[in-house]
């Protein structure tokens, strides 16, 4: 097994992953618990197995938010629902959607969970705060929810990893997205509204890139695609480290392959790539 196959099961479980963020039934479900908009739903549904979390402990495990973003959902969030209330609601939902988009989903959870399990036993925690979160939380009976948690904890385990992967590079927040904006050609200002930073704030980050010699005038050079593609590297060579002498886990990803395009399909969840964009 090599690093490859850390990227292609990434692949195939991110879309799963990624139903929680942008499905209505898990919009719906976030809403009927009680939080307000989309963005306090993603803040609370995504960082409440840290139970009540503060927004200092948001910030840091999110990576690449703006800290006013966040705290403009974290913690009035626990005042409208409780984490709990909030697990509930994102696993159930989460596996509406998965058996509407992906009609076979049931027979894959029964052939793939086995090894996800195994996976997500064996990966390693230190360092990896929202993987530990999930890993750590009670099993589900409903085997769509069971897989739908396996996958979220074995994609915050790498997007864990990713985060490592930027900060031993020198890079903070912002810097990741710009470079990764430049090195994609993906349009700046969409990572400033989805992430929360001002034009100042992303002038500022791309002025310290070229000071780095990661950017020019005009965009990244040689040397900040080099640096993107040893961060990539790193993060596929971390995240193996949950897939290493895994019984089946080759198996598993041809039968969770069906139901990843079935939901890509859809168009309802973006692009894994997009998503990746330093911290997921």
Not at 172 to 189: C, H, K, Q, S, V
Request: net charge negative.
């Amino acid at each position: 097994m090599n690093e490859s196959f850390a990227r292609d099961i990434w692949r195939v479980l991110e879309p799963l992953h990624a139903v929680t963020y942008f499905a209505p039934e898990c919009l719906g479900a976030f809403k009927a618990a009680g939080l307000r908009g989309f963005w306090m739903g993603y803040f609370a549904g995504r960082s409440a197995p840290f139970g009540a979390a503060g927004p200092n402990l948001v910030e840091a495990a999110f990576f690449n938010f703006h800290p006013r973003m966040v705290r403009r959902a974290i913690p009035d969030a626990w005042g409208f629902a409780t984490p709990e209330a909030v697990l509930a609601a994102r696993s159930r939902a989460a596996a509406e959607a998965l058996r509407g988009m992906a009609p076979g989903i049931d027979a894959a959870a029964e052939q793939a969970l086995p090894s996800l399990r195994a996976a997500v036993a064996a990966a390693p925690a230190v360092g990896r705060p929202l993987f530990a979160a999930n890993r750590d939380l009670p099993a589900l009976e409903d085997p769509v929810e069971s897989l739908w948690q396996a996958v979220t904890a074995l994609r915050e385990h790498r997007g864990d990893g990713h985060i490592g992967c930027l900060l031993a590079a020198g890079l903070d927040g912002g810097e990741a997205l710009a470079l990764f904006a430049a090195d994609t050609g993906t349009p700046p200002e969409l990572w400033r509204e989805l992430r929360g930073w001002s034009e100042d704030e992303w002038a500022a980050a791309e002025s310290r890139l070229a000071e780095r010699g990661l950017l020019d005038g005009s965009g990244i050079t040689e040397a900040g695609r080099a640096l993107r593609s040893h961060i990539e590297s790193r993060t596929d060579a971390l995240a193996l480290t949950a897939y290493t002498d895994v019984p089946d886990i080759e198996a598993t990803l041809a039968a969770l392959t069906p139901a990843a395009r079935a939901v890509a399909g859809t168009g309802v969840v973006r692009s894994p790539d997009l998503l990746h964009t330093g911290a997921p």
